[in-house]
């Protein structure tokens, strides 16, 4: 009979996550290590390292009381920091729909004063591509109602920063001018900000 598999990481984490919220409690280490090993089916020697990356993810909130460290987690801190990367991507989404408009108006001014080849007509669909995928980001934005949606709007948004870089390295190609200098012409940031949901590793 195989072995049985045991947790991952991220199923630990997300057990000991519940085990937090499931009471309205303070607990030192020691306590966790007792306690929630039993109930979550977590080694105790594993409980500090993985309390602590709660801790760093904004998950569970840890101070210092005389000479010892407290944890807890309530649900509505959970809510409250979705609601802040909620915030975050929408501020997110409007910059990039103001690069996006600026973009493409640029790639086609710059297509208008040449000759319509076959290489500047495609680099105009691409640039119409990426408006329809931000509408389409921005659709889902405007859907979001949990965390999970948020998780979805990431990866949308890491393709359509990929998407303005790409077509920065076509007209790199095309004018000689390199890729720092473009963004700086455009006032593009020289690299996207990284974001990640609050629940999302």
């Known amino acids: 009979m195989p072995p049985k598999k045991g947790l991952t990481q991220e199923e630990k984490l997300s057990a000991l996550l519940n085990w937090f919220q499931s009471d309205h409690m303070f607990y030192t280490l ?7 090993s039993k109930q979550c089916k977590i080694p105790p020697m594993q409980m500090k390292e993985l309390v602590l990356a709660l801790v760093e993810e904004g998950l569970v909130e840890q101070d210092r009381c005389g000479t010892t460290n407290l944890y807890w987690s309530f649900p509505y801190l959970q809510h409250k920091k979705q609601q802040e990367t909620h915030d975050r991507l929408n501020r997110t989404i409007a910059n990039l729909e103001t690069e996006r408009d600026s973009l493409i108006c640029r790639c086609k001014d710059e297509t208008g004063v040449r000759n319509q080849t076959h290489e500047r007509a495609s680099k105009i669909r691409f640039c119409d591509q990426s408006s329809e995928r931000i509408d389409s980001i921005q659709s889902q ?61």
């Open 30 to 36: 020691k306590e966790i290590e007792s306690k929630a």
């Open 141 to 201: 934005l405007q859907s979001l109602k949990d965390s999970e949606s948020v998780e979805n709007l990431v990866t949308s948004l890491a393709f359509f920063s990929d998407s303005i870089d790409d077509i920065i390295c076509y007209l790199s190609r095309q004018t000689g001018l390199t890729m720092t200098t473009l963004k700086t012409e455009f006032e593009l940031p020289l690299e996207f900000e990284e974001i990640r949901p609050g629940t999302t590793k």
